[in-house]
């Protein structure tokens, strides 16, 4: 399973918090997804070609872990199969990182999704930065001017670095994320 985090509902689209949504609309662009359904509280895509399914939560951030728990059960796949994408305030803009399992870091969606299959799991966080003012406020604002040029570079490394977890495994996605900074 690769699952994006994000809200649902127009208002947060284009938002920071919503950057996982987008990597997973990357990916289902790159694969050419005709048909998502929506189950469980959350836009699935399954590629049987790929062996994966491909999934945005629908519960809203801080209630991700119920769909992923559901979903995860249901194609019995365990935590080390689930590769979660979200933002992460304490990363600089631009910077990747991805880990084989570890704590929330604040992000609510990571809380929600330890709180129900645990921590083994592995991540890829895309850096938003840390505001000088309220962190709320930055993840559900839009991305400024100066930042949306390099959106489409970020969005294609964090789906680089899905693919390659799938292809390649762990390690070696792990390696390609970790050395990425866009700037």
């Given at each position: ?70 979903i995860s059960a249901w194609y019995r796949t365990p935590p080390d199969g689930i590769l979660v994408i979200c ?22 969606g990571l809380r929600s999704i330890i709180a129900t299959i645990g921590e083994d799991f592995p991540r890829i ?59």
């Amino acid at each position: 399973m690769i699952v994006g985090l994000g809200n649902p509902g127009r208002e947060y689209t284009r938002t920071r918090h919503n950057i996982g949504f987008a990597i997973v609309d990357e990916l289902a662009r790159r694969w050419q997804v005709t048909s998502w359904k929506k189950k469980d509280s959350a836009r699935q895509a399954v590629l049987s070609e790929h062996r994966v399914v491909l999934v945005q939560p629908l519960a809203y951030m801080n209630r991700s872990g119920v769909p992923v728990r559901l979903i995860s059960a249901w194609y019995r796949t365990p935590p080390d199969g689930i590769l979660v994408i979200c933002d992460d305030l304490d990363i600089p803009f631009g910077t990747l990182r991805m880990r084989p399992h570890g704590g929330h870091g604040g992000n609510n969606g990571l809380r929600s999704i330890i709180a129900t299959i645990g921590e083994d799991f592995p991540r890829i966080r895309i850096g938003i930065g840390r505001p000088q003012f309220d962190s709320v406020d930055h993840v559900l604002s839009e991305f400024t001017s100066d930042e949306r040029p390099l959106l489409e570079a970020i969005i294609n490394a964090a789906a680089e670095g899905a693919q390659r977890w799938l292809d390649e495994g762990l390690e070696a996605s792990m390696q390609f994320v970790n050395t990425r900074l866009i700037t």
